[in-house]
Every structure is written in C-alpha cells, then in structure tokens.
C-alpha cells in the first residue's frame, strides 16, 4: 500500500504548475495549458501530510533534456520528477523502465485513455469543465483526470496555467494545492 500511495504521489503531482509573478492563486491562465511547466514552488497536502514542489533545474537522460521538480515531504523525504515538454505534450521520465510516460497532450478530449510506460495506471480524461471547492480555493473550468491503479483509482484535477489543484477518492477531496503551509487544528 505504500509502494501505491508513493506511486500516487508521483504521478499525481505534476504539481509542477505553479503560479507566474503577479497571477492570482486561485484563478490560473486560461491562454496556457493544464500542464504548464512553471518553476514557482506550491505546497500539495496529500490526507494528513504534506510537500513542497519546486523547480530546481535542468537534468539530460538519454539524451533528452527535463526540467527536475524536488518534492521535500513533511516528514523530510525527497522525491524527484523529471519532466519535459515536446510538441505540446508533457512527458515523465519513468525510472522503473528508462522511458517516458505521457502525462498529458493538449490535443486529448473528454473520454481519451491512455497508460503510463509500465502499463500500471490508466488515465482517462473525465470532463474539462467542471468545479472544485478546496479548503484555499472554488476553482471553475477544472480538467478531471481519473487515474486507475490495480487497487482503485483516484480523480485528480488540474487548473489551465497552474496545474495540479487537488484529488479525490469516490468524490471525497483528499489533496489539494496551497501557496504556503497552512495552520492545522
């Protein structure tokens, strides 16, 4: 179950989307993709924890270059992405099989599927225009993406020009963004 939660985390979170100088939080970019491959950092709370997601440079691997993307967890694990753009598509390098993975292509629709480099989840593009209330934001215009995994599956959603805003289990929100650590009752 932790090797799954790790794997959700990951993939869930190209929450590489941040913010640009001057945007508000909650309102995104409309003229920019749901996958933008902005450098600000953002906090992602996932259940009872959470990270923080920034940029922190460029790395090759195989030849190709990707933008890397630390996670630094609450509890002060480390996790990198490495992620990369090519003709209006957004690739994750996969560490398990040394290749990429589609995470997403502007020109995908509602109802379009596709599965990472190792077969193990299958995204389906739900609908592109719909709302969600999290504790910092009611986002409108929001891309739902259902992740199947061999032991459920997950709705995480993305902004136009953010990204990564949130997830959810069966309709119950359990992750979201955040533009700093908040206090916890």
Not at 7 to 27: T, Y
Not at 129 to 134: A, C, E, H, N
């Amino acid at each position: 179950m932790k090797k799954l939660m790790l794997l959700v985390l990951l993939l869930s979170n190209l929450s590489v989307f941040a913010q640009k100088e001057g945007q508000i939080f909650c309102e995104g970019d409309a003229s920019e993709s749901y996958f933008s491959l902005l450098s600000a950092k953002k906090v992602i709370y996932w259940s009872d924890t959470y990270y923080i997601e920034k940029k922190v440079g460029l790395k090759t691997i195989n030849d190709k270059e990707y933008i890397e993307y630390l996670q630094a967890w609450e509890n002060g694990q480390k996790v990198s992405l490495f992620l990369r753009t090519e003709n209006g598509k957004v690739f994750q390098y996969e560490e398990c099989c040394d290749e990429d993975t589609l995470r997403f292509d502007d020109n995908l629709k509602v109802g379009d599927k596709w599965k990472t480099a190792d077969n193990l989840v299958e995204y389906e593009i739900i609908a592109t225009d719909i709302s969600l209330k999290t504790p910092v934001c009611n986002y409108k215009n929001i891309l739902k993406l259902k992740s199947t995994f061999k032991n459920g599956s997950f709705e995480f959603y993305y902004l136009k020009g953010f990204g990564y805003v949130g997830a959810s289990i069966d309709g119950e929100l359990i992750s979201f963004a955040s533009a700093e650590i908040l206090t916890r009752k």
